[in-house]
């Protein structure tokens, strides 16, 4: 690593979260054969190159004499599916063959995470390391939230925590792209696919990144291109108008289509191997086609039919709410607009539109359900997006691990039975409709990447999970450790004693049983209970002297179960079988409604908050013992985050507690303080 960033950074100085020269040394030792050709068999050739030089062995260019052979595309024989590889034992050679370039980088990656503690003769006799690998989901993409210049409200990167964009500055690339280099380095070796690399709230000077800004966007691809990664844009569904000049963005202009056909030519002919567009359509303020009283089906597929002949996709966001509500307006309900919007599209979607829908049917909470559009579209490719950036989850000031809540979400079967939502994703759903998990990156220009440094570990998981989403997220959290520390017992349990129940905790002590928000408006930071409750945006707990929780029963509230189909749309409609981390999510009840779990509503209020206080004091304490253990600066960053969250949780957990006391009268069963 050389160079320096133009925000002073010098990239030698920037952490190698899960690749140090370290996590190599088992294939370093090794005589190493690569075979192939392309950008991507480079790659895998520098990296082996690179090992071999700190830790002894050779790179090879044949097979013979070799212990590891790493072998790509048309040398490799046999029937591997596209980004696939097979490890075999051939006498006591571990072969490595390869559908293709990006196939050997995973392949070389998979033997480098499986030796990172043990040597290539262990990593052969352990369950999981021959055979063939196949990724689930076929895109494994990561969208960022990156302005090109500081944004008054919403600075550089919007809901970054981590610093400033690593991709622009000024208005323009950066100079210096060797931070790109490495992340983009990071991203292969977990086998991310496709980045998207500006905000979707698309602003007048990222909007001409699509014509003006293509050689920028070209220098990026190339740097991702190495690595396997195909390059992306957010684009203004009215570029037309505010790049184009015309009058209309109408979706049936043709005018308007012939624009949208040269631009995306334009793009193809700078970058053959463009992946596509990213659109957020009449959400939040982004123009869609609602202006011109067209649907989002003929929003989508006036860009997909200009994409089409490239091989592009266009990433249509199901993110469409009405942001502009009457808080006395007790009929309209957030959580039911992504479906009312667009189970009716299904089927009218082209083949190369992919409906990017958020997992929850909200924004990205701690806790919400699983949208019901996942269920709802068989004849529509649909995404599923998470957000690894922590904008609900503690901003990277609080520890929250969140591996474990993506299994659970991934691994929920929204028929009850059978297909999980990583399946209808991955194209094994009742349409077989194939697509994938996007997510929202968390890193930035720190030092760490991702402003806590535990938060690299999201970053990890999230390709791990996209790879293979049936891997438990404590087996995903020990390869983070094992590649980020080397393999020490005592540090891969410190951290999963700080790490394992982190995001339990964080839900804990902030927003009670599936409610939601409660977070200060606009930045989203800290305790705010009634922030949005009279605000435009939605109004998400109802609470008063009687009770808290929103109605969304079919019985009698706004009809949202209904949304689901068997058995969730009957298990949620009733208080006897609606799970208690749910419950005011989908009812409104009294504070004295008694839980499955036995006790009342108030009264788990105040428990979880005292408990939650209690587990990041002894998350606190558990990391203090790591003094010396890890490296002094990962140490002290992750020992300042810790203050702050401790100081955190007890605002949130003594706001929640008196205005729960204030609002219901019920005592504290224990008579612990509140204020
Ligand atoms: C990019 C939430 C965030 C917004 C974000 C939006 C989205 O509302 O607070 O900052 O905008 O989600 O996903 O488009």
Known sequence: MTGSTTSGA????VHPAWLPDRAFA?????????????DVVQTVRDEVERATARFGGA???????????????????????PESFDVALDEDVVVVRAADGPALLYGLHHV???????????????????????????????????NLTVHPVMGQVERGYSGDSIFWLDGRLRDDLGRVEEYARLLGSMAINRVAVNNVNVHAVEAHLLTDGLDDVATLAAAFRRHGIRTHLSVSFAAPMTVGGLATSDPLDDDVRAWWTRAAAAVWARIPD??????????EGQPGPFAYGRDHADGANLLARAVAPHGGTVFWRAFVYNHTQDWRDRSTDRARAAYDHFAPLDGRFDDNVVLQVKYGPMDFQTREPVSPVVAAMPRTRLAVELQVTQ?????QKHVCWLGPQWSELLGFRPWGAGTTVADVAGGHGPGGRAAGLVAVSNVGTDEFWTGHPLAQANLYAFGRLAWDPTLPATDVLDEWVDLTFGADDDVRDALHDVMDESWHTYEDYTAPLGVGFMVRPGHHYGPDVDGYEYTPWGTYHFADRDGI???????????????????????????ETCPDELLLFFHHVPWTHVLHRGVSVAQHVYDTHFRGVDAVDAMAERWATMQGRVPDPFFDRVAQRLTE????????????????????GVPDAHGRRIH
């Open 10 to 13: 010098a990239v030698a100085d």
């Open 26 to 38: 088992g294939i370093g030792g090794l005589r190493v054969a690569v075979i192939g050709d392309g």
């Open 59 to 81: 790179l090879l260019h044949a097979a013979e004499g070799a212990d590891l052979v790493l072998v790509a595309a048309a040398q490799a024989p046999g029937q591997l599916a």
């Open 112 to 146: 480098v995470r499986h030796t990172a503690a043990r040597d290539l003769a262990a990593a052969v006799g352990r369950t999981g390391f021959l055979g063939v690998h196949a990724p689930a989901e076929p895109i494994r993409m990561l969208d960022h939230w990156d």
């Open 274 to 283: 463009f992946g596509g567009f990213v659109v957020k359509a009449d959400s």
């Open 391 to 395: 904008e609900y989850t503690g901003q």
């Open 549 to 575: 929780g929103v109605d969304r029963t079919r019985a009698t509230g706004t009809g949202y179960t209904g949304q689901y189909p068997e058995p969730w749309r009957d298990v949620y409609e009733r208080l």
């Open 645 to 664: 969250q401790q100081r955190g949780a007890r605002e949130w957990r003594d706001q929640l507690n008196t205005y729960v006391l204030r609002k219901s």
